[in-house]
């Protein structure tokens, strides 16, 4: 590189570095964009060309599709998991809101250490006592129940990245607010509260693709009438259950959703999982 | 900063107590219980999910409970807690979930800083790169589980033929005992590196720049540049990054179960699969119980280690 910067008139070294940054960036995206262009080419694929790896070019065939849907019950666990992820995620929100409020504004740390405290334990460790309970009081298999038990991801969750959010909020103006008369409620409804909306879209956003893609709580605690998307996904783990077109188009059809919202909403997202991580 | 002290009322609010009408005191009982009033759904919700299961699990681990075999629990003490450890399974399934979260946290953190330097630099298409980039952080793990199934597959996957084209032997990825651990380290590098990226660029981009100015003039090269200026700089989020990811490591379910189900005969199996298998295929509660217990606690173990680690560097 310092040769050619020394040999190269600097244009030319500038294009060069440029076309250089743009191999080496998609060298290392490819592999990540690959498992992706995989997953919906072969959900076109005809399941006899599995055998034939080396071929990418073939009639599409969208009848990988509609098998999904008539022989699996990914579309009824698709609509069961849009109903518990989106509860999950509006509960864990305003618990989220609530509290991150009040830990960022009283500086309640100990409130917030017990909250990290539960996002340590194991769902396993969790699963075994809540599948007793649940198999007491008839919790198993309902809609209740997986909200409840997704509800152990979207709080924590939810709390600790509406903190970062919240303490980005500047004190001033709710002490303005006080001045002119009112209360820390109102403050709090009229300044915090749309203040605070796109930490709240983008913590949403986190919860519900978190809760969305939880295959293990719905696994135990889900059943026949009551199940998720993941949980029907992994019915097709077996090559055998449906061909490998199935087995992709099951799979694209769960993954392109989220991949939408991503790329509308980038950077709340990048904002939202960093502060989540680093703070 | 100054501490607002606990309880007190907005300053607006209190000057106008004289108003005494209904509304005016509901809100200054708000104004005054607001640090319970707000975490009152939290603290409701979480003590239930969390609280009692905890409780209840406790009490299941001192117990010989069978769902099948022994439905009538006893008092058994500490059995559960002892009799594992001559189990080789269990054994191994420790040994699998250190290793797994060792080599795949080791993978992400190598491949996560690499990338991350590379993002920090600026060019076009930063956020086309960034969108593709962040896919694999927000893919549902079983679905990406169920293409690298049959990237591995022995015969027909695309790693084999890539191999096979090569002119090398195919490898069996996840159904041969040595290889199937190493398969699935390999995916979770894949699914999980994108995360290192995000936290250590965060990190990059809160850098002071003049070290490297400084270091610059001195003549330091790329190479003395990273070790000594920006590992050290970066310390406080790698530890971050690094203990969030072990956490996730030694939890991971998803990929395993899919992909290997812990087999061929448990050479993949880790301890959250074992507890899965133990409770709810061969449904002895009370080991499973035990087992969790004790899972919970290596969790919060090797997290205190990571967060002294982690002090240990800041004093530094």
Not at chain 1, 20 to 47: E, I, Q, R
Not at chain 1, 120 to 142: D, R, S
Not at chain 1, 176 to 205: E, K, N, Y
Not at chain 2, 234 to 241: C, E, P
Request: contains cysteine.
């Amino acid at each position: 590189m310092v040769v050619l910067k020394r040999l190269l008139p600097r244009r030319s070294y500038e294009i060069l570095e440029t076309i250089g940054t743009h191999v080496v960036l998609l060298a290392v995206v490819a592999p990540f964009f690959f498992v992706f262009f995989y997953m919906f080419w072969n959900s076109l694929k005809p399941d006899y060309l599995f055998f034939e790896p080396g071929t990418w070019i073939f009639e599409p065939l969208w009848s990988n599709y509609t098998d999904v849907f008539e022989q699996s019950d990914l579309i009824p666990n698709i609509a069961n998991s849009l109903i518990i992820s989106t509860s999950a995620t509006l509960i864990g929100l305003v618990c989220g809101l609530l509290t991150a409020y009040t830990v960022a504004r009283y500086n309640l740390r100990k409130l917030a250490m017990a909250i990290l405290v539960t996002r340590m334990i194991p769902y396993i460790t969790a699963l075994v006592p809540f599948w007793i309970v649940y198999k007491q009081v008839g919790l198993l298999n309902t809609y209740t129940g997986i909200i409840l038990s997704h509800l152990v991801i979207t709080i924590p969750f939810g709390v600790w990245i509406m903190m970062g959010f919240i303490e980005d909020i500047p004190k001033d103006l709710e002490e303005a607010a006080w001045i002119d008369g009112a209360s820390r409620t109102q403050a709090f409804l009229r300044i915090v509260l749309p203040l605070s909306t796109p930490g709240m879209v983008a913590t949403a956003i986190l919860c519900f693709i978190f809760s969305w893609n939880n295959f293990q709580l719905a696994l135990v605690l889900g059943g026949f009438d009551v199940s998720t998307a993941p949980v029907s996904v992994f019915k097709y783990a077996d090559p055998e259950a449906g061909g490998s077109g199935q087995m992709m188009a099951a799979a694209t059809l769960v993954t392109l959703p989220v991949f939408f919202i991503v790329l509308l909403i980038q950077k709340q997202l990048t904002a939202g999982l960093t502060i989540g991580g680093v703070k | 900063m100054a501490v607002t002290p606990q309880n007190a009322l907005a300053p607006g609010l209190d000057e106008r107590r004289a108003r005494g009408s209904l509304g005016w005191r509901v809100l200054e009982w708000l104004d005054l219980q607001m640090p319970i009033v707000f975490n009152i759904p939290t603290v409701v919700f979480l003590f239930g999910l969390v609280a009692v299961p905890v409780s209840l699990v406790l009490a299941t681990s001192f117990t010989d409970w069978q769902l099948i075999t022994k439905p009538d629990p006893d008092f058994v003490g500490f059995d559960n807690y002892v009799k594992p450890w001559s189990d080789d399974r269990w054994i191994g399934a420790i040994w699998h979930t250190f290793a797994y979260a060792v080599a795949s946290v080791g993978g992400q953190f190598v491949l996560g800083l690499a990338t991350a330097m590379l993002f920090n630099r600026s060019f076009a298409g930063k956020a086309f790169y960034r969108s593709v980039w962040m896919m694999p952080m927000v893919a549902m793990s079983v679905a990406i589980s169920l293409v690298w199934i049959l990237f591995f597959d022995n015969a027909f996957g695309i790693l084999n033929h890539g191999l096979e084209g090569l002119g090398l032997d195919g490898i069996e990825w996840i159904t041969s005992p040595q290889w199937a651990l190493v398969s699935l380290i390999i995916v979770g590098i894949w699914h999980h590196t994108p995360f290192m990226t995000l936290i250590l660029l965060a990190g990059l981009q809160s850098l002071p720049q003049d070290p490297f100015e400084a270091a610059r003039i001195d003549g330091a090269s790329r190479w003395q540049m990273l070790v000594h200026i920006t590992l050290p700089l970066l310390k406080t989020h790698i530890m971050v990054a690094l203990i969030l990811r072990s956490i996730f490591g030694v939890k991971e379910f998803d990929t395993i179960l899919a992909i290997t189900e812990g087999g061929p005969r448990y050479a993949s199996e880790t301890m959250n699969l074992n507890i899965y298998f133990n409770a709810f295929e061969y449904q002895y509660m009370g080991e499973a119980a035990a087992k969790g217990v004790f899972f919970f606690l290596f969790i919060l173990c090797v997290q205190s280690i990571l967060v002294k680690l982690r002090k240990r560097t800041w004093s530094y």
